[in-house]
Each structure stands twice: as C-alpha cells, then as structure tokens.
C-alpha cells in the first residue's frame, strides 16, 4: 500500500484513494508539525529552530519537552496508519540522532510535489528532441497543480521559500506549454489550459493575456474583448492597482483584429467606448483629473463655457489635525454622496485625505449655490455637522490664473 502526499492546495494523506486526515483541534498542532519535517524533510532540525518557527509565542516554561511530546504523538498517529505487516521505514519515520530531529520517507510514500518536479525534468529533457512527449509531460505536471504549497497555511515565513519556488516554477512550466502547443497551434488546448490556470492564478496578467492570444486566434474577437475588459476591472479592484502598461496595451491588439476583420463599425466602437456603470458623477484618479482639467480648460477659454473648478475642504473640528479623521474613513460614503449630488458631466477625484477637488460642466446662474447646498445636504445626512467644518471654493476654468 501507498501513501500519497497531496500538498498542493490543500494538505491530504491519502492510502488507497482515502482520506486518512482526521480533522480535530488536537491534530492540527501535529500536523502542523509534520508539515514542518516535511518541508524540510532530510534534513536535520536542532529542537530549537523547531520550537522558534512554530511556538514562539508559547507560553510553556518547557518547551522541548513540549516538542518531545508532540513528536512522539505525531509517531503514533503514523504507526496507527499502519498494519502490523508494514515496516515504518518504508513510510514516514522522524528519528533524533547527535541532537538532531530528521523526517525520512521511505519508498510507498508518493508526494504530489516529487511527481511534480520529476514530470517536469522529463518535459525539459524531451523540449528540443520530441515536443509531444513534453506536452505531454507538462500536461502531467500542471495537472497536478492544485494551488500553492499548504494553503491552508497562508502566513507561516518557514514555508514561503519552498511556497515560492514551486509557484515559480509552476508559471514557468506552464509558459514552456503554452509555447510548445502555439507552435502547434493548437489555440483551443491553450484557452482551455488558461482557463483552468486562472482559478489557480487569477491575477497573473500573462495568463489572460496568452488566453486572450488565443482567443484570437481562433476567432473569438468580440470574446477576447469581453475578457480583457473584465479582467481589467478585476485587476484594478481585486489588487487595487492598474494593470501595467504591457497588459493594457493589448487591447490595441484586439482592436486591430477587429478592425481587419470588419466587426466594429462606428456605432460599435461608440459602444465599447460608453461606460454604462457610471450613472452619477465620474469619479478617478488624480491623475486622470489633471489630464480632464486641461482639455476643459483649453475647450473653456476657448468657448467661453461656464465650467468650474471646485475643492471642498472638510476639517474635523474636534481634532484639526487629526489625519484618521472621518473623512478618510468614509471616503467611500462620500464617493457615493458626490456621485449622487453631482451631474453625469462633473467629474471628481480626491485631491488627499481631507479635500476634494470637483469640476462643473456648464453651470448657469445661481447653478454653484445650487450645487453648494445639495453636497452640504448630502454630507449632513450621513455625518454629524458639528464635528467638521466644511468649506467650498469654486474657480471658472476660463481664469488664467487656475492650472494644475
């Protein structure tokens, strides 16, 4: 009988296609600990670097004899997996010798992470000399991919090195296989690798990108556009940053397919071009803001429009210079309030923790104090008036003495 190692994704003992794991609040300090020896396994281990990587925070005025315990625990939980027939030295045995603890496995002990590597070195050894038997080798090794190494651990430091290593190569593996089938060109292989990559890795460009790749290649344009542009807002609000310059350029990429293709017409582009989720005020970064400030500035000057330039200044009067005040931690609540306040053509960005800068488009008459009085309103429905001063100045953007 064999004993199989799952690590992973989610950490598994498995003999005979069963689960021998037994979820308990007193095994999981054991198995802890084995995965521990386990990833260090063959190698030898003072007490005390076990003791500092896994109980620093113990309160115990003993803590090797702490680990003598759990060791001996974790013996037995082993040698009850076992029948009276099998020897230990052919599964799992943790031995102190010199000072030194030391986890051995024997061989019926199959770990996911050795198939892993040994699928691997048999796709790079045949990469040059036969392609298709290192797809197929890949294939293997991707397969058994589940998710980075103990999950379920997420924020143990003595893991993270071998964690890394294996996402590493992992990606790099996975990029050698989408190389060899694109020369192939077999593009539906690849979206469906991407595709199963992605719930693993979701936030690697590249894997959307090659996915998107493929997509075009076998047609699906109006689908590689729908996919980059979720991808986009899911990068944007899952990482809370932009995705880099390389990934958004691709959509020229798409684009250009479409337009050989005789897909879009003006009235598609006009389409893709409208943001139908934004149905108040347009709220963006700095920036952006600038970049709007500028062009409606030049467009002011030059028709005489009644465009303004606004910034609204908000001071905790209970702390002036408090900067965790309200404010920041309500911003979102004030997002909603301005977006609800404000016109479809205004626009507004934060410009730090306690002002907002705001940009009116053709305001007519008494349109400011109207304006004034709504986000005045808005604020004092959500927030206690007495704690902040609130001011607001506006600026015609025809003045020359405006500019960013």
């Known amino acids: 009988m064999n004993l199989y190692i799952n690590t992973f994704g ?31 396994r063959n190698k030898k281990l003072l007490p005390e670097t076990i003791i500092d990587n896994l109980w620093s925070d113990s309160n115990s005025g003993d803590p090797k004899n702490v680990l003598r315990t759990q060791i001996f625990r974790l013996r037995q939980i082993i040698k009850s997996l076992l029948t009276e027939d099998m020897d230990e030295k052919d599964y799992v ?24 590597e040994c699928f691997i070195n048999k796709g790079d050894l045949a990469y040059s000399s036969n392609p298709d038997d290192a797809v197929m080798f890949y294939e293997n090794a991707i397969k058994l991919y589940k998710g980075i190494y103990l999950a379920e651990n997420s924020y143990e430091v003595w893991l993270m090195p071998t964690r890394n290593y294996y996402h590493r190569l992992f ?19 690849i979206i469906s690798l991407c595709e199963k990559a992605l719930i693993i890795e979701p936030y690697e460009e590249t894997i959307h990108i090659r996915l998107m790749e493929a997509m075009l290649k076998t047609g699906q344009y109006k689908g590689a556009l729908n996919h980059f ?24 990429k798409i684009h250009n397919f479409l337009s050989y293709k005789s897909e879009m017409d003006i009235f598609n582009i006009h389409n893709n071009l409208t943001d139908n989720t934004i149905d108040g005020a347009f709220q963006c970064e700095l920036e952006y803001f600038k970049f709007l400030f500028n062009i409606q500035k030049r467009k002011a000057l030059r028709t005489g429009e009644n465009d303004y330039l606004g910034i609204i200044t908000l ?64 604020i004092s429905n959500c927030y206690d008036v007495n ?4 001011t607001m100045n506006f600026q015609p953007l025809s003045s020359e003495h405006i500019s960013f």
């Open 315 to 378: 001071i905790n009067n209970k702390s002036k210079y408090d900067k965790s005040n309200e404010f920041s931690r309500f911003s979102s609540a004030l997002t909603q309030i301005l977006e609800k306040m404000l016109r479809r053509g205004d626009v507004f960005t934060f410009w730090n923790d306690n002002q907002i800068l705001i940009m009116l488009h053709n305001v007519k008459n008494d349109g400011i104090i109207n304006v004034e009085n709504r986000i005045k309103k808005g």
């Open 387 to 390: 704690s902040f001063h609130i």
């Open 93 to 116: 045995s943790v031995n102190f010798v010199n000072g030194y603890y030391c986890l051995e496995f024997g061989d019926c002990v199959i770990i996911d992470l050795d198939e892993f």
């Open 10 to 40: 989610a950490f598994e003992l498995k003999a005979e296609n069963k689960s021998i794991l037994k979820a308990s609040g007193r095994t999981y300090k054991l198995y802890k600990l084995f995965q521990f020896f386990m990833t260090f």
């Open 171 to 189: 990606l790099k593996t996975l990029y050698k296989l989408i190389d060899l089938l694109k020369e192939k060109e077999y593009n539906d292989r």
């Open 229 to 252: 542009d979720y991808s986009v807002q899911m990068l944007e609000k899952e990482t809370g940053a932009k995705p880099s310059k390389d990934f958004i350029e691709f959509e020229k």
